[in-house]
């Protein structure tokens, strides 16, 4: 570091009030805030005053860590390990060889200058934990401040956002960042059950996640499909119920640790009483059907539950959740508990009878009955319990979570009694939605029923990836960088909605979550190069800029998935978001809401590109089986650029066309926005409005 | 699968004698052997017969185990294992959905057509176990039958290289193909202690390994800069000894289970006496002189050793390598012994006494000592010794294996004293050389001085993958794909030495290896767009056709290396050979030769591509501080090509150019030659023979 000007910078200008009321803003069309087109910061932080001066970044920059002798952190604790890898990733990114040994002992690093952090206590992962922390960069030196060492971990992520280059080299713009989450619990849901996902996997994901301020790993571990944990008590579990792909518990405890190293809680969830076939392969006696139970390998919700009313489930849940919460040092661990449709139950005489016999009145009832039985094995075990809506009933303790995949409206119910919750309904990021869906999704809207004390029971959400249709090749470009987005929605003031200036950040965090081993971003070239069996994939690139997989569930439609089915088509390599199209869709509104020249010219150069390259494509479906079925999307692509810029010409000359043309065009644009090949040709609609714009005769 | 044809195709035409003595050719331009143009077999199996007709893979593909209540593997052996993995990778690569529930039982599978595998018994992972195999593609199924189920693999590897395409689908040609290996051991060896390299990159590099038949991991585990394996019996050995960056007992144990489900023998180095100050950071005392130590950041030969004359250190070798013989399984255990300098002996009174007092005469001999004592513990523990050149010696038992990294001669003089070897000098990937340099080197060439007995000692070799200059995000692509050509080496014939066709079957092999999550491709345009700081990299990814990183060790003299720089440069982006540098030299060879008119157009072509990319790189820089190193790269590239076109220009109207002109050219391309960004040019050599070609006047 060297200091370009003087030694304190006059504080000026710019406040950007982020988390203030008065820059709140309608959804649909919110003031952007003061930050665009200034910083790439993701999520954006509470407070953040921009001053005079730049730090410079060079090869003699040194990071000073607290007294290594004090209470506040020796040389291996988690704020230094965290200091360690900012230094790695900004070497990384500057290619700076820097003289500091910052893995050894720092006594040499001169108290002055640099980067000096420090922090009041160790944290603990634990909901409501303190991660505040203050930034303050100068030109002669950056000071990071924090309560905890995790308000540490959330300020060097800030720091690296603020990475910058000019004409003489990098540096960092002269900041004070005050910065507090809104919400305490920010989690990602992955799902490793349905498609397993090894450490590898999962590690680079903590990464991600930490990158941009979550802290909460739920673990969803087991399901029909799998289960994926090793229990050395009834090892017939993982032994019979994962086809040998399951995390042994030293796997675990590495995943722990590395999680707790950013910050991040685990929190295991083990789906029961549904959801539990692979439980059944070893253990069929605890089904409420006679087995023999095999692995599932189709997707769905399938009818094997346990039997609540086989007092022996309940000794060996006993001795199972002793072993996992042993495993699992979280003070939640998740039940489960959705989707359990009782078919078993119903069919069972002997189920009947015991709820005849406890006055047990139907199957919610049943399992509120099976709940509470857990509920004192979890309690016994020193874990509080968290599961999803249909758990919820009043009875329960005040300290358990609900989580709801149903709706909002199951956690205000909940917090009108009392009851704490996290949402994850409009956060399911398998369905291939837009970033924005989940961006303007809130876990407690401006307009909630809630009151202030009932407000703070929401502690937070969770983004889910649930498994069906990915693998560990296609699992992060599902994840990124959409779940960034829910990360601020997590993080940042309920005022900081403005969805293109999130657009505008997503770019540079999507790219900055490459160093970190995440395979979003190059994973697309790689499938198409295997599916063109060859080099030179340019036109399969230009066509996946057109389309994305398809959304919601209707892709199950298309194919009968399995677990072993191959994601290794076209539609696996298209995110789930395209920018290209997003920007397509962007032009051409300003386009016609303006008939802006300039828009008009990139517009013609995009139908063009996407019009020529049908040829290309067809040449390598040549050599491609597995590719030929993408055919119909290149084709409709074609066409309906081939409309698009009719359409375009037209309206550029100020004239219109006839209803016939119209008719033809819109009958030719809605055969294009068919699925095909698994994925939809997304760009129709806005060429539809082109189509639109200039239908009706001369204007 | 569906028969295309009759049952059993009639045996034809092509019997590819790869194996034959006949087929021997000179080193400089052997003949082609038939396979070229036909199929893509890397390493080339022993014996290739192809046979007419094709068998069609389709979604009723099954495959079906040996009889599971028979000795010769049940549902969950490392063949039946394979065989599920074999089932991913094509149904990955040809995007069907298989039927058959592959990872269940199969009993139902018919036990006609589709696949059927079998093996006499499981295979040992020793040296000189049955590796062979015979695969047999009829139009009605496919046969693959082995000695050991190890053979099962390695045929399987094969049967997937086989996989073709044409109009109505895909399938595999009917071929009958018998296999075996030249040498039984066909390492490589990862260095995990000057960079640590976690498990998945292990995990992939096997994968990569059992992609092309290699069978030995060299596990090298401790040097002076970090001591990577845990050590519960000494645990400030990893404690104190790796920053934090070590494998756990664990995870070794998960490494090696994962390498024999491959085939693939791990073989752990702890390399002593000397590069061991990793060692001394905790146990300083053991060191030949005072600590205290520290861990090694830079790179080369240092003089810490352990003290031979300090009887306390055979007691904790004895309690050291009895823990770690528990650990790893394999029988022989590699006890490193190079580069021991002996300054720290030299300048010790008590050592120098010691050899004084039990007649020592030199330092070589100290060290045969230290060795002499260690074999005794490793015998006790029941390994056998592996170790560089430096431990041989004639008293040694015959049963020690040395590897040699000086050069062959190392290897013919211990087989002539009776003992066993492996090669690793020349194979050094390491250097960034190209992949014909190591294609070509023989473990045991034509010219061999030794009989056949003496012959048959030379096990086989290995590549090294040393880890000064990489990390985890670019080992892959310094190890693959030239060592898919070291793999070709240890298992085909020695007759198999036709460089362009190696090369041919190269680029399917090394995009094959990425559906197994290798990075060598996709963390080029990774590095180039971090460094970029923004989308658009086109401009570097066509200078990087013309530039590879500098050979041998010539990088170390661009700058002072250490443990913690960082490796994420424009070099470090670019692969140790560029696929579009050597296809120029090729097309300028051919067209000086012939003055083939289509090479010349193809020439200009890539000269303008490379010429123009000038303008558009420095635009990149502007914004990247980190690139703007490659600016004189960039510019020489512009400068040389624009004189080879005018040498194009010449030699295509038959015309000379003056001597002065050639001068000033020459002039221009040594400069454009010299190293620049820690890299250089490599196309300017062959622009250099065309400017020669148009030198000393009219033609």
């Known amino acids: 570091m060297t200091c370009r000007s003087a030694k304190s910078a006059p504080v000026r200008v710019i406040v950007l009030l982020l988390l203030a009321a008065g820059a709140s803003a309608a959804a649909s069309a919110p003031a952007p805030p003061r930050a665009e087109g200034i910083l790439d910061l993701l999520p954006v932080p509470a407070s953040v005053t921009i001053r005079e001066g730049r730090f410079r970044v060079d090869q003699g920059l040194t990071i000073a860590r607290p007294d290594a002798a004090g209470p506040k952190g020796g040389p291996k604790d988690r704020a230094f390990r965290a200091a360690a890898r900012f230094m790695t990733r900004l070497a990384g990114r500057t290619g700076l060889f820097l003289d500091q040994d910052f893995l050894a002992s720092q006594s040499a690093a001169a108290a002055e200058g640099g980067i000096r952090y420090s922090f009041g206590r160790p ?116 032994e019979l119920g994962s086809d040998g792909m399951f995390f042994t518990q030293a796997q675990i405890r590495d995943i722990i640790e590395y999680a707790d190293d950013r910050g991040i809680r685990v929190m295991p969830e083990f789906d029961i009483p549904g959801h539990s076939t692979s439980w059944f392969v070893a253990y069929p006696e605890f089904a409420s059907a006679p087995g023999p ?178 693998t560990p090749e296609t699992i992060d470009s599902r994840i990124w960088p959409r779940t960034a987005a829910i990360a601020e929605r997590f993080w940042s003031a309920a005022s900081v909605r403005n969805v293109e200036d999130m657009y505008r950040r997503l770019g540079p965090v999507s790219a900055g979550l490459e160093e970190l081993g995440l395979l979003h971003i190059k994973n697309v070239e790689m499938i198409l190069r295997r599916l063109a069996g060859r080099p030179g994939i340019k036109p399969l690139k230009v066509l996946a800029e057109a389309v994305e997989p398809l959304e919601d569930y209707q892709r199950h439609g298309q194919a009968r ?118 994925a939809e040709l997304v760009v129709v609609k806005a060429i539809g409005r082109l189509v639109e714009a200039c239908a009706g005769g001369p204007k």
Chains 1, 2 share one sequence.
């Open 293 to 470: 139970y095999g692995i599932e390998r189709k997707f769905g919700i399938f009818g094997p539950a346990f039997d609540p009313s086989n007092e022996r489930i309940y000794p060996f849940f006993d001795a199972f959740f002793k072993e996992m919460a042993g495993l699992f040092p979280d003070p939640y661990l998740h039940i489960g508990g959705d989707e359990v449709e009782g078919h078993q139950w119903d069919a069972n005489p002997a189920i009947q009878a015991f709820k005849t016999k406890h006055g047990i009145a139907d199957n919610n009832a049943l399992q509120a009955y099976f709940n509470g039985r857990l509920l004192k094995i979890l309690t016994k075990h020193g874990k509080k319990m968290v599961g999803w809506d249909e758990i919820f009933q009043p009875g329960l303790p005040k300290d358990i979570v609900i989580q709801s995949w149903r709706g909002p409206q199951s956690l205000v119910d909940a917090a009108r009694q009392g009851f704490q919750g996290i949402l994850s309904n409009g956060y399911y990021i398998d369905l291939c939605q837009p970033a924005e869906a989940h961006y303007l999704n809130d876990p407690v809207p401006a307009d909630s029923p809630l009151d202030e004390g009932q407000r703070a029971l929401i502690l937070g959400g969770e983004a889910t990836m649930w498994s069906e249709l990915v």
């Open 123 to 238: 944290g603990r992962l634990l909901p409501k934990e303190d991660e505040s922390y203050t930034l303050a960069v100068e030109p002669a030196g950056i000071v990071l401040e924090a309560g905890t060492d995790i308000g540490v971990l959330r300020g060097f992520e800030t720091l690296l956002q603020l990475l910058s280059a000019d004409e003489k080299g990098y540096y960092f713009p002269c900041v004070l960042v005050t910065d507090r989450p809104r919400f305490t619990w920010r989690g990602l849901l992955i799902d490793v059950g349905r498609h397993f996902h090894p450490v590898d996997v999962i590690k680079r994901n903590l990464d991600a996640m930490a990158a941009v301020k979550m802290n909460v790993l739920h673990f969803h571990l087991t399901e029909d499909q799998g289960f994926r944990v090793e229990s050395k008590v009834f090892p017939g579990l993982h």
């Open 561 to 678: 998935y399995t677990s072993l089915s191959p994601f290794t088509r076209f539609v696996d390599a298209c995110p789930p978001e395209s920018p290209a199209a997003r920007r397509f869709g962007t032009l051409v509104d300003r386009f016609l809401a303006g008939k802006d020249r300039a828009a008009g010219q990139e517009i013609r150069a995009v139908l063009v590109r996407w019009k020529d390259n049908h040829a290309p494509v067809l040449a390598l479906l040549a050599a491609s089986p597995a590719l030929r079925e993408i055919e119909p999307l290149s084709l409709n692509l074609a066409r309906a650029c081939g409309s698009g810029l009719e359409a375009l010409a037209c309206l550029e000359k100020g004239e219109g066309q006839p209803a016939a043309w119209a008719e033809e065009r819109a009958r030719l644009l809605a055969e294009a926005a068919k699925p095909a090949a698994h």
